[in-house]
């Protein structure tokens, strides 16, 4: 089940804040760790030095390693905070600063859903992440992130070039082994524990 979906979920049946940020120019903020060079844009060759190679000082959108070097650069500012990645979506960030009292970052590409009860933490948290990138506040969320292609792009790019390799075989999954979503459909109780098994989570007893 999709950490888009479950977050807000929690957050309506809590009642906590909810804020979203975005990052301008997300993929420009990675740092490269190996000398990368491209050929000169057409229309934008130096007069005079044709056979010359650019080298790349930033992470280009659209460049492979853009992705994973802005995820690791976010990371790093996260867990400089106090905040621990969780084991089932690495795009989601908890903080728990004593009962209750904890927030959640959902990254999603290159905007952030922050989740939590005290408006003031997540005041500040905002203002530590905007030290870091440069980030635009939207403020109360209206609508919540939407799932676009560029998630596939991010999170789950690198299928393609697995599939492409034949290093994965796709098999159909029969439907009783296949887990549902929970938010949507009513289940029997048996099909509910074992569609709650496969998406890492635990269904407690009544």
Not at 90 to 105: A, E, P, R, T, Y
Not at 126 to 151: C, N, V, W, Y
Request: contains cysteine.
């Amino acid at each position: 089940m999709s950490s888009i979906r479950t977050i807000p979920s929690l957050a309506a049946c809590y009642d906590l804040e909810v804020e979203q940020m975005d990052v301008k120019t997300a993929f420009l903020h990675g740092d490269l760790e190996e000398e990368l060079y491209m050929e000169q844009p057409e229309g934008f060759v130096a007069q005079g030095k044709e056979d010359y190679v650019c080298r790349l000082k930033k992470s280009l959108y659209g460049l492979k390693q853009a992705h994973r070097q802005w995820y690791k650069k976010f990371e790093y500012v996260m867990e400089d905070q106090g905040y621990k990645k969780t084991t089932s979506d690495h795009c989601v960030f908890i903080k728990i600063f004593s009962g209750d009292d904890f927030i959640i970052l959902l990254l999603n590409v290159d905007d952030m859903l922050i989740v939590g009860r005290n408006a003031s933490r997540i005041d500040k948290l905002k203002q530590e992440l905007s030290k870091s990138f440069a980030m635009k506040d939207l403020g109360p969320t209206k609508q919540i992130l939407g799932i676009r292609s560029k998630h596939i792009d991010v999170r789950y790019h690198w299928m393609r070039d697995v599939l492409e390799a034949k290093l994965l075989e796709l098999e159909k999954i029969h439907t009783n082994d296949n887990g549902a979503d929970m938010l949507t459909k009513a289940l029997p109780r048996v099909k509910f524990e074992a569609c709650c098994l496969t998406s890492g989570m635990e269904a407690f007893p009544t």
